[in-house]
């Protein structure tokens, strides 16, 4: 059984730039969540999507924002990048909406110069 | 508020001592309380959970409602066990998300 993954696994982008990160979940899984993972605040969660809802966001400003379609995958998108971006994106899917038990991918690194 | 402290930002102790990983949550209701580790290059994943009250890789972690804790104990740690570890609560419904701790790095002396 394929685990979760992530693409790409490394981006480097300037400030101003967007990106668009991508989830393949596990086969099976409907919920999808995004986190942010840096060493200076741990892991902060983004949001949640399940069935092509998003049904949690966190305090992160509009410029980060997501969907999900209907095969489960998800896409995570950062516009007008900064700095501060710079961070571990990572994506966890489970079978039920919360994102309890979850799996999760290896993550994308994204670097802002 | 909801919330999962973990105090210690960084642990260390030598192979064969006993080995507690402190975590505290504030949650109005019953939430279920998980344990995920990262080890070095490799993917967070799931190590336990409260409610199936197992105990893997030798760690084992008791719920205290009371105390509002769920501590990770092991009895002798051990080299490979060095890693970031989170404490993770997940509501009792599913409206709302897992909250995730800040993480303890865990570092195992030879």
């Known amino acids: 059984k394929a685990g979760v993954t992530q693409t790409p696994r490394y981006l480097i982008k300037t400030r101003g730039q967007q990106v668009t990160l991508s989830c393949s979940p596990i086969?099976?899984?409907?919920?999808v969540s995004w986190y942010q993972q840096t060493p200076g605040q741990g892991l902060q969660f983004l949001f949640e999507?399940?069935?092509?809802?998003?049904?949690n966001k966190g305090n992160f400003p509009g410029r980060f924002s997501g969907r999900q379609f209907s095969n489960s995958r998800s896409e995570m998108n950062v516009s007008t990048l900064e700095l501060g971006d710079s961070a571990l994106y990572l994506c966890?899917?489970?079978?039920?909406?919360?994102?309890?038990?979850?799996?999760f991918g290896q993550g994308t690194r994204l670097t802002v110069v | 508020a909801q919330r999962v402290t973990q105090p210690e930002k960084l642990l260390s102790v030598f192979k064969g001592a006993p080995v507690e990983l402190k975590c505290n949550y504030s949650y109005s209701g019953s939430p279920e309380l998980f344990w995920y580790v990262q080890y070095s290059r490799q993917r967070l994943q799931l190590l336990l959970r409260h409610i199936s009250r197992e105990s893997i890789k030798g760690f084992t972690a008791d719920l205290n409602k009371g105390e509002t804790s769920f501590h990770l104990k092991k009895p002798f740690a051990q080299e490979e066990d060095s890693a970031m570890y989170y404490c993770a609560l997940s509501p009792e419904t599913s409206y709302d998300k897992v909250i995730f701790g800040p993480g303890t790095s865990l570092s195992v002396i030879p």
């Open positions: 999507y399940f069935s092509e809802t998003q049904r």
């Open positions: 086969s099976g899984h409907r919920s």
């Open positions: 966890a899917s489970s079978r039920s909406a919360g994102g309890a038990f979850a799996f």
